[in-house]
């Protein structure tokens, strides 16, 4: 078990030691916002705890020369109890960052967020709410296509449902 543990702490020193770099070499006018996400398409491991994140998190912080203003940690679906968030009281961020956690989710809506937040709260006085992760990824429920795309569609195949043509609502150069 001890040599386990050596390489899950070299191993967060080093990464934190590689994000330091990496951020203290974006200019101080672009914020840094950390977001420790647990995999791609489909997640790759759904953490049992924020106990890697707060270790992390607190690594980079003393690690980093700037500011991270946010800091925002994904919350699965299924992690809404004491221990998933007891870590949190862990948390050393500089002192105008703010911790963000993913507490909303598609599937159980406005109850699990307040579940979660409440939970949340045991552990962190004050924090951010954001979705988890991958709410911007192509949804079953719309056939393949972001959100976005698939009003265009219905747009270009049922143009009497929607009062504007979409495209004319996207932000561009002109606007």
């Keep these: 078990?001890?040599?386990?543990?050596?390489i899950a702490v070299s191993a967060h020193r080093a990464l934190a030691e590689s994000s330091a770099r990496i951020?203290?070499?974006?200019?101080?006018?672009?914020d840094l916002i950390d977001h420790f996400g647990y995999g791609g398409a489909r997640h790759t491991v759904e953490p049992i705890d924020t106990l890697d994140m707060v270790t992390q998190a607190n690594l980079i912080t003393a690690a980093i020369a700037r500011q991270i203003p946010l800091v925002h940690m994904p919350v699965p679906i299924e992690r809404d109890g004491q221990a998933y968030f007891k870590p949190l009281e862990r948390l050393a961020l500089a002192q105008r960052a703010?911790?963000?956690?993913?507490?909303?989710?598609?599937?159980?809506?406005?109850d699990g967020l307040k579940r979660r937040i409440a939970t949340a709260r045991n552990y962190l006085a004050n924090f951010k709410v954001a979705t988890e992760c991958g709410f911007g990824r192509r949804l079953k429920t719309l056939r393949g296509f972001t959100p976005y795309e698939?009003?265009?569609?219905?747009?270009?195949?049922?143009?009497?449902r929607l009062k504007l043509n979409p495209s004319y609502l996207m932000p561009g150069p002109n606007s």
């Design 150 to 160: 698939f009003v265009c569609k219905m747009w270009t195949e049922q143009p009497n």
């Design 1 to 6: 078990m001890i040599i386990v543990t050596e």
């Design 98 to 110: 703010i911790p963000c956690l993913g507490l909303i989710h598609n599937q159980d809506g406005l």
């Design 23 to 30: 951020g203290d070499s974006i200019p101080h006018a672009v």
